[in-house]
């Protein structure tokens, strides 16, 4: 199976922009160590600063669970609690 690519995007709260932020900075050297984390590159919107997005590739969908079930993923949940207004996620395969 080729590597698998995730495009997540979140949308903190208007008032909780640096909060969010700064529990995704966490995330990066983490889970750049995992087995299996290809790229883990987080983006903020020039125009949007309350709009991340996270660009990753993962050797295989069973190491990118592994870290979707990881402890600091679910810190970073608990930390955002109520401070995320907007998430979504894309699992995709790379065609060209």
Same mark, same amino acid.
């Given at each position: 199976?080729p590597?698998l690519?995730i495009v997540? +995007? *979140?949308?903190?709260? =208007? #008032?909780?922009i640096? /909060?969010?932020?700064?529990e @995704? &900075?966490?995330?990066? =050297?983490v889970t750049?160590?995992? !087995?299996?984390?290809? #790229?883990?590159? @987080?983006?903020q #919107?020039? &125009?949007?600063?309350? +709009?991340?997005?996270?660009? %990753?590739?993962? &050797?295989?969908?069973a190491?990118w669970? $592994?870290?979707?079930n990881?402890?600091?993923? !679910?810190?970073?949940v $608990?930390a955002?609690?109520?401070? *995320?207004a %907007?998430?979504? /996620? +894309? %699992?995709?395969? =790379?065609? $060209?």
């Amino acid at each position: 199976m080729p590597k698998l690519t995730i495009v997540a +995007h *979140i949308t903190a709260m =208007p #008032d909780k922009i640096a /909060l969010v932020k700064a529990e @995704l &900075e966490k995330l990066v =050297p983490v889970t750049r160590a995992e !087995k299996g984390c290809l #790229d883990y590159d @987080l983006h903020q #919107d020039n &125009e949007n600063p309350a +709009h991340f997005m996270f660009y %990753e590739n993962w &050797e295989s969908r069973a190491l990118w669970q $592994a870290h979707m079930n990881a402890r600091h993923l !679910k810190e970073y949940v $608990a930390a955002t609690e109520g401070a *995320i207004a %907007e998430f979504s /996620l +894309h %699992e995709m395969t =790379p065609v $060209a």
